[in-house]
């Protein structure tokens, strides 16, 4: 089992910036990929960024070249830095870890809200 808490959203005017943190306890040497998802209002659940444990990474085409994920290896922590957010950015967070043998587990943090005002 995997514990994920995060921190770090809130409100922020268009073209603001925030940073997520996301830190995994557990049984965190099994996690393969840890990343990010966000849930806006009537929509479905996307990915945003998520990072390998071979340090591939990959980023939502919508969020490309103003989100930056990152991780402490050492902390257990994942990090999400969004420059230039949107209104349309807005909506709840969700850190994501996985582990992907012998098949794939998902664990879920509680979500985190991130409201930009345009």
């Given at each position: 089992?995997?514990?994920?808490?995060?921190?770090g959203?809130?409100?922020?005017?268009?073209?603001?910036?925030?940073?997520l943190?996301?830190?995994?306890?557990?049984?965190?040497?099994?996690?393969?990929?840890?990343?990010?998802?966000r849930?806006?209002?009537?929509?479905?659940?996307?990915?945003?960024a998520?990072?390998?444990?071979?340090?591939?990474?990959?980023?939502?085409t919508?969020?490309?070249?103003?989100?930056?994920?990152?991780?402490?290896?050492?902390?257990?922590?994942?990090?999400?830095?969004?420059?230039?957010?949107k209104?349309?950015?807005?909506?709840?967070?969700?850190?994501?870890?996985?582990?992907?043998?012998?098949?794939?587990?998902?664990?879920?943090?509680?979500?985190?809200?991130?409201?930009?005002?345009?």
């Open positions: 089992q995997v514990q994920l808490v995060e921190s959203g809130g409100l922020v005017q268009a073209g603001g910036s925030l940073r943190s996301c830190t995994a306890s557990g049984s965190v040497a099994r996690i393969d990929a840890m990343g990010w998802y849930q806006a209002p009537g929509k479905q659940r996307e990915l945003v998520i990072i390998e444990s071979a340090g591939i990474i990959n980023y939502a919508s969020v490309k070249g103003r989100f930056t994920i990152s991780r402490d290896n050492a902390k257990n922590t994942v990090y999400l830095q969004m420059n230039g957010l209104p349309e950015d807005t909506g709840v967070y969700y850190c994501n870890a996985q582990w992907r043998w012998p098949v794939r587990s998902d664990y879920w943090g509680q979500g985190t809200q991130v409201t930009v005002s345009s």
